[in-house]
C-alpha cells in the first residue's frame, strides 16, 4: 500500500492544477532499441492509435581543460528517444533502449490512462520482450494558482504552513527562490515531493516545455527576475526500484494505482479547506466515465 495522509473525496477539481501526468517504466538496456529497425514491431503495434512518429536524438559536447591551454573536446552521443502521439496531442509514448514513458496533459479518470498504458505495454512485450523492471514511477506535476496571490506568504491561509517554510513568513527583502526536495521511504519505493513558490513567467515556462506539440522554437527561463512568486509548484513523484515483469500488466497496474493515490493523498493533506472550495471539486460520477 501507498502511503495514505487521510481520508479525501473522490473528487475532480474544475479549476484543476495538474498539468502533466507521466508513468516511466525502465528496464535494462535493448540495444536494438537503437535504431529505427528495432522499434518497427512496436510501433506499426500501436500505429492505429498513435500514428504521429518523431524521434529526438542528440549530442553532448564536453570540454575538459586537463592542461593549462590544452582543451580535450569529446563529442558522446545520446541514445534516440522514439516518440509517438495521438491525433488529438493528448497522449505520448516515449520509448528508449532502457525506458517506456506515457505521458498526458489531462484526464478525468486514472483508470482511461492505465488501460492505455497496459495495451502499450503489452505491444512492448509482445514485440520487444523487454526485461524485468529496475523501476516504475509515476509523476504528476501541479502548478497552483490563486488570484489573491501577491506574495508568497499570502498562501498561508490556502496551504499547510509547514509546505512554506520560511517563504510563508514575513522578512525583509524580496524572496526570489525558495524550492525544497523532501524524500520519504516507503520499503522499497520513494514518494519525492519538490515544492515551493514560483514567479508566473516560471510557471508558463514548465507549462510550454510539458506541451506535447513540438515548437519550433524553445525559449529559455531567465535566471534572474524582478517577479513576484506568487504560484505555487507541486512536482510529486512516486518511484519503486522492486522488479516486475513489464509484461504483466495486472502488477504494474496495481503498482500505479497505488502511487496514484498516494500522491492524490498527499494534494488533499496539502491544500486547506478554503482553497479546496476555490478549485470546484464535483464528485467523480464513475458510472458516466466509463
Known sequence: MALAFGEHNDVIFKKAPLVTVLAVIRFEPVLSLMSEVGIVGFQEGIRSRYPHF??????????????????NINVRKVPPVWMMQDESNRWRVSLAAD???????TYRNFDEFLERL????????????????????????????????????????????????????????QLSNHRSTTSIKDGHAQFTIISGPICKTESEFIKNSLQLTPTEKSESLESETNESLVDILFDLDYGTIAPCRVGNGEEISKVLKEFSSGITSFF??????KYYDWLEPELRDIKNEK
Not at 99 to 105: D, N, Y
Not at 136 to 143: V, Y
Not at 145 to 160: A, F, V
Open 118 to 173: 497496459m495495451d502499450i505495454l503489452a505491444v512492448l512485450d509482445r514485440t520487444v520482450h523487454v526485461s524485468n523492471s529496475t523501476r516504475i514511477g509515476l509523476r504528476k506535476i501541479n502548478i497552483l494558482t490563486h488570484p489573491n496571490i501577491s506574495s508568497p506568504r499570502d498562501w498561508k491561509e490556502l496551504l499547510r504552513p509547514e509546505l512554506l517554510g520560511i517563504a510563508g513568513i514575513e522578512h525583509p527583502g
Open 99 to 105: 525506458f517506456i514513458g506515457f505521458q498526458t496533459l
Open 54 to 71: 518523431s524521434n529526438k536524438e542528440s549530442g553532448e559536447i564536453q570540454i575538459e581543460n586537463q592542461q593549462p591551454n590544452v582543451r
Open 268 to 273: 488533499h493533506w496539502s491544500i486547506t479547506q
